[in-house]
């Protein structure tokens, strides 16, 4: 099945600091990648969606300048949280979107737990 | 406005019964109803999924029951297992803009 792998699985930083989390889709290629955040016993929020080659699509309310995303190359898309401070400790997930007997769908990477002190 | 109601919150079975989750729908948008299981700590990982002219799918002990005009779906898991305990997510897949918009999740506990 499709994999999308994350780096790291856990980060701990200290405030002010940048953190920065890779997602990788590692045997399809993915023009689009999403980004979500995810608190305690709570659902996905989706934060923006990576674009390969362009800028990506932040959500209502999602700082573009605090979540920094870069898309390089089909298989990997990045997200840097710039200045992170102890309210932006939550588990980051990215997932990617690919057709599986010509229906497309979300596969997930394992996310990411950060952890601001 | 939340486009994918799931109920419940929480759902509490014995081993060997009958799990069952109800999600509903307002955006006609979606063409696609997938079901995602997440593991603590882990990301939500795809356990079923459904079109919308279809009216029931079923893979081993898991089973959707879409109705389309009631714009409801649920999931149903048969001879539930402690190792099923997960929070379980409904979603709508808009295959136009690539992407799901989740329920808010049911925790699922079976217990022994």
């Known amino acids: 099945g499709a994999v999308v792998s994350q780096h790291p699985s856990w980060v701990i930083c200290k405030s002010g600091t940048s953190v920065k989390i890779e997602c990788r889709s590692l045997?399809?290629?993915?023009?689009?990648m999403f980004w979500y955040r995810q608190f305690p016993k709570q659902s996905l929020m989706l934060m923006a969606t990576?674009?390969?080659?362009?800028?990506?699509?932040?959500e209502q309310g999602v700082e573009k300048d605090k979540f920094l995303i870069n898309h390089a190359s089909l298989t990997l898309s990045t997200l840097t949280v710039t200045s992170a401070h102890p309210e932006d400790s939550s588990f980051y997930i990215c997932s990617a979107p690919l057709a599986v007997r010509y229906q497309e769908t979300q596969y997930f990477g394992p996310g990411t737990r950060l952890l601001v002190l | 406005q939340q486009q994918v109601k799931q109920s419940p919150q929480s759902l509490i079975v014995q081993k060997g019964g009958i799990s069952i989750i109800n999600c509903a729908y307002e955006?006609?948008?979606?063409?696609?109803f997938p079901w995602y299981q997440q593991f603590p700590g882990k990301g939500p990982a795809l356990l079923i999924a459904i079109r919308p002219d279809v009216s029931e799918k079923k893979e081993g002990r898991f089973t959707i029951s879409f109705n389309k005009s009631a714009k409801q779906f649920s999931l149903h898991i048969m001879d539930s297992q402690p190792g099923d305990s997960a929070t379980y997510f409904c979603a709508g897949f808009n295959t136009n803009a690539g992407k799901s918009t989740f329920g808010d999740g049911t925790t699922l506990t079976v217990k022994p």
């Open positions: 990576s674009n390969e080659g362009s800028k990506a699509t932040y």
């Open positions: 045997d399809f290629q993915a023009t689009t």
């Open positions: 955006n006609t948008a979606f063409d696609y």
